[in-house]
Nanobody, 124 residues
Framework: EVQLQASGGGLVQAGGSLRLSCAAS????????IGWFRQAPGKEREGVSC????????YYTDSVKGRFTISSDNAKNTVYLQMNNLKPEDTAVYYC?????????????????WGKGTLVTVSS
């Protein structure tokens, strides 16, 4: 059974940090890129960051560049999203997903598997 378990969300003040984890199981980790997506209330789900398993290349949406860092621990089948200098507009449910291939570019339509989300709330 494919599982993507996101964790690490919580309530943090603006300027604070959180680290999200996405633990994957039930599929060959090296065959899929892993991405983080978020959905704020009343908004569409958007791609936040992705890491491709082929070469470790990364993607970040413009609003998080310089603040968020995605990384992968292949030995643990886990992808992390380090989020620094959080802003109230980062408040959303964050989801991790596995892409249909080794490449991942933040496109929700290119994702095969989705996990349940973890809520990140940033207070001003």
């Amino acid at each position: 059974e494919v599982q993507l378990q996101a964790s690490g969300g919580g309530l943090v003040q603006a300027g604070g940090s959180l680290r999200l984890s996405c633990a994957a199981s039930g599929f060959t980790f090296d065959d899929h890129g892993i991405g983080w997506f978020r959905q704020a209330p009343g908004k569409e789900r958007e791609g936040v960051s992705c890491i491709s398993s082929s070469d470790g290349s990364t993607y970040y949406t413009d609003s998080v560049k310089g603040r968020f860092t995605i990384s992968s621990d292949n030995a643990k089948n886990t992808v992390y999203l380090q989020m620094n200098n959080l802003k109230p507009e980062d408040t959303a449910v964050y989801y991790c997903a596995a892409s249909a291939s080794q490449l991942c570019a933040g496109d929700i339509y290119g994702m095969d598997y989705w996990g349940k989300g973890t809520l990140v709330t940033v207070s001003s």
